[in-house]
């Protein structure tokens, strides 16, 4: 039997989330639940489209919820409330807040005896399983976290809000030098400023300040103002033929020693480079989804983050497959 999987949210995450579960072989779309008026919402496959108030009517037609919404304002409240009904998955990616939503996850799991796993992605997600593995294996080290080249959509909507600006988009870069000096184990102490560059490409209303404009933007405090920052004025058009994918990627270092006296440097490297950061995501989410499934078969409950999940949970193959053809 497939496992049945219900969608939160129609967004690029919620897109994403839909082809990938059509690429699984072990599993099947049955619904997605939406804000919005469901007959407005056309979904690619044809799967039947409810309001979100509905999804509580199909506790036996799910097995796994995945939650595509925000992490600032839709899943603090909403993965709580389904995680009393479903099984759920989410990318909750607010770092300093994951602790609480763990508690309050956790505590609405154990009642329903179901479970969840939350803040599932590259980062938080895929790099975190990485910084632990360095750490395990290289106590004596230092962690790096390179994020890009890619498309920032927080500090595009940044941009974007400052007066004057039509539509824009911001690019996080890794400084080469900083990258080269991790790469050789120098161990390098690191500024916000010597590890990443920010480069906007910004489409400014007809008459903008754009000496203003530009201003506004790298001295913006949270975003701009520690990092060197590149701006550039193109048209709408230029925009949408040059920058119109949502790329990103980055990496994951450590770097140590081992031996009585250090004599010996290592360094570990993970890398994603993406043509599309939420169709990555959503791939991660659906893997995870497969987890939670088969923990809470074997009569698991409660909240999880990837930390808990052994990686056999996440693989189509058997035990014995695993074994054979990837060990």
């Known amino acids: 039997m497939k496992i049945r999987i219900g969608i ?12 990938a579960v059509s690429k699984s072989e072990d599993m099947e779309l ?17 799967v039947p489209v409810y309001s979100v108030d ?24 909403q993965t709580p409330e389904m995680a009393k009904y479903f099984n759920v998955i989410d990318s909750f990616d607010t770092h300093a807040k994951i602790p609480e939503h763990f508690a309050r996850v956790d505590a609405q799991s154990r009642k329903s005896g179901k479970v969840s796993i939350i ?34 959509q927080g500090h595009s909507d940044a941009v974007r809000r400052i007066d004057g600006v039509l539509d824009a988009r911001q690019y996080t870069i890794p400084v080469e030098s900083a990258l080269e000096s ?25 008459g903008a300040d754009l000496a203003r404009i530009e201003n506004e933007i790298k001295t913006m405090p949270n975003y701009f103002a520690d990092y060197d920052t590149t701006v ?64 809470n078969c074997e ?6 983050t990837v930390f808990d999940i052994a990686p056999a949970y996440l693989h189509t193959a058997s035990g014995e497959e695993l074994r054979k053809n990837l060990l």
């Open 182 to 206: 991790v790469r050789a184990g120098e161990n390098p102490e690191l500024t916000t400023r010597q590890k990443h560059l920010r480069e906007c490409f910004v489409v400014a209303e007809d």
């Open 54 to 77: 509905d999804a509580v009517k199909m506790t036996d037609k799910i097995d796994v919820m995945i939650l595509c919404g925000g992490s600032a304002n839709d899943l603090p409240q």
């Open 119 to 152: 803040s599932v992605g590259w980062d938080p997600g895929m790099f975190s399983l990485n910084r632990l593995y360095g750490q395990a294996i290289l106590p004596n080290g230092n962690d790096y976290t390179f994020w890009g080249k890619g498309v920032s």
């Open 30 to 46: 049955t619904a997605l639940f939406t804000r919005r008026a469901p007959d407005s919402v056309k979904t690619k496959t044809g």
């Open 299 to 304: 009569g698991a409950c409660g909240c999880k």
């Open 8 to 19: 939160v949210g129609y967004g690029n995450l919620g897109r994403g989330v839909e082809a």
């Open 232 to 295: 550039h004025f193109i048209s709408q058009e230029e925009l949408d033929r040059d920058h119109k994918g949502i790329p990103h990627g980055g990496m994951v270092f450590r770097t140590g020693t081992t031996g009585f006296d250090g004599e010996n440097k290592h360094v570990i490297e993970y890398r994603l480079k993406l043509d599309s950061n939420p169709e990555f995501t959503s791939s991660v989410l659906t893997a995870y989804a497969r987890a939670a499934y088969r923990l």
